[in-house]
């Protein structure tokens, strides 16, 4: 665990801070008022297609400048936007980045994977492996290149770790310089450090974190980091998390998830994600249904990112394609 003495400072990576818009037709649509619902901009972090890895990033990528790291090696799916933004952060360092992903070249294509080429990585596909195996040719990848006389960074799963939930921490406090009346505010839960970070700024009464399906225990996991920030437990009891989004699993495009992405981009013109942000906004649209965001009360949905995965999401791309209505020719 890296405490307070000797932690590295972060490396500027993004643009701070991101927008607080408001939601007014996507409120109206779900029965707030037009000043209730807010969107905090983190999709517009500026890096490498944006997104909140970014934030986490910095100081990841500071430990790894501290330690003179000549390669950045991390995990993910094959449509990872925290692989997209390392690839993009280990460019902008002037670093080689190795990524290391689950299933297969010839079963993935386009989204992020176009973008982790564009930026210059190098892919490592290990089959179809669960999280400790994906973990561990990661490790064997990076003794290999330290073999080869190279530094090689060890980047966590999701860029979540207690120092880098440190990012998440810091856009606790900006956003409550930018709504001090904030009662909730709601993030996609993948892999843990971006709802540790909030925990650990606003409380976990104020952050309700929506399941994606990307760790087997999203309370033991945010706990964990949330403890490590704050020094002391923060109970898993303590979280407010909704579950019930997964669906079939992680890369799964649900129904409600299809709903939300239609309804968002119909009131208010912006896209969210089938995996992440996409299932954030279906348990935000639960919230409301069931009660726990009320009428009268400030909500700011925290948009993460992932448009690129969009464009790799072949069941999200044929919905949205089969929305488009069809006109009739001009004379």
């Not at 801070?17 to 517009?44: M, N």
Request: proline share 7%; aromatic share 4%.
């Amino acid at each position: 665990m890296t405490s307070a003495s000797d932690a590295p400072q972060p490396v500027p990576l993004g643009t701070w801070p991101t927008p607080l818009e408001p939601l007014p037709g996507l409120a109206r649509a779900l029965g707030l008022g037009p000043d209730d619902l807010w969107i905090k901009r983190d999709d517009l972090t500026g890096l490498g297609g944006g997104g909140n890895k970014t934030r986490k990033l910095e100081w990841l990528c500071g430990q790894a400048v501290a330690a003179g790291a000549t390669h950045l090696v991390t995990t993910g799916a094959p449509q990872s936007n925290h692989a997209r933004l390392t690839a993009a952060a280990g460019a902008r360092l002037g670093m080689e980045v190795v990524l290391v992903l689950a299933g297969t070249r010839d079963a993935s294509a386009g989204g992020n994977l176009a973008l982790d080429g564009l930026f210059g990585a190098t892919a490592v596909w290990a089959g179809d492996v669960r999280s400790d195996a994906l973990a561990a040719t990661a490790r064997e990848v990076a003794d290999r290149l330290r073999a080869d006389g190279t530094v090689p960074e060890l980047i966590p799963f999701g860029g979540s770790s207690v120092l880098g939930a440190r990012g998440y921490a810091a856009c606790g406090r900006e956003l409550l310089a930018q709504a001090p009346d904030l009662t909730t505010v709601v993030a996609a839960l993948g892999s843990g450090g971006t709802a540790a970070g909030l925990v650990h700024a606003l409380g976990p009464d104020r952050v309700l974190g929506v399941h994606c399906g990307a760790v087997p225990d999203p309370a033991a996991t945010v706990s964990a980091f949330a403890s490590g920030l704050a020094g002391g437990d923060v109970p898993a009891e303590t979280l407010r998390l909704r579950l019930d989004q997964v669906g079939a699993g992680y890369g799964a495009l649900t129904e409600p998830v299809s709903a939300a992405l239609k309804l968002t981009a119909r009131t208010e013109g912006i896209v969210l994600d089938p995996v992440y942000t996409g299932r954030a906004m279906a348990g935000l649209i639960a919230a409301v249904r069931d009660g726990d965001i009320a009428p009268g009360a400030r909500t700011v949905f925290l948009h993460t990112g992932g448009l690129p995965g969009f464009f790799g999401h072949p069941a999200a791309l044929a919905a949205a394609e089969a929305g488009l209505a069809a006109g009739t020719a001009a004379p």
